[in-house]
């Protein structure tokens, strides 16, 4: 862990420092994340990172993400989360079908995405 944290972050987190900051206090303070020294957690066993990332978008916000492919840390994840949850791939199919389903005594059917953070 020691040389992941000298590694650093991903060239497009330096670029964005600013903004991943405020977005990592703004998680901590919804209560998402907590924010711990590495220095006060290094001993501990199991410990895995995932270096900051951002995904530059052209037409959007860029997006902080966390990189959890490295290091081990998506194998040692474990997938709690119900199926239909959308990043868990099942949530589009699980839509086409009640979409296609639907009783059309209701009308026409209307679908809208949010971010909950935004």
Known sequence: MDDTVKKGCHPTAQKHAAFIAQEMLEF???GYWTILPYS????????????????????QKDRFLADHSNWGVNEHT???AP????QFRGTFYHLLYL??????????IYLAKFDLKD
């Not at 006060?40 to 037409?59: F, I, N, T, Y």
Request: net charge positive; charged share 30%; glycine share 8%.
């Open 28 to 30: 901590a303070e919804s």
């Open 40 to 59: 006060k957690v290094r001993h501990l066993p199991g410990l895995r990172g995932s270096p900051a990332h951002m995904k530059e978008e052209l037409d």
């Open 78 to 80: 474990l997938a709690l």
């Open 83 to 86: 199926k239909e949850a959308m």
């Open 99 to 108: 979409i296609r389903h639907a009783d059309p005594k209701y009308g026409i």
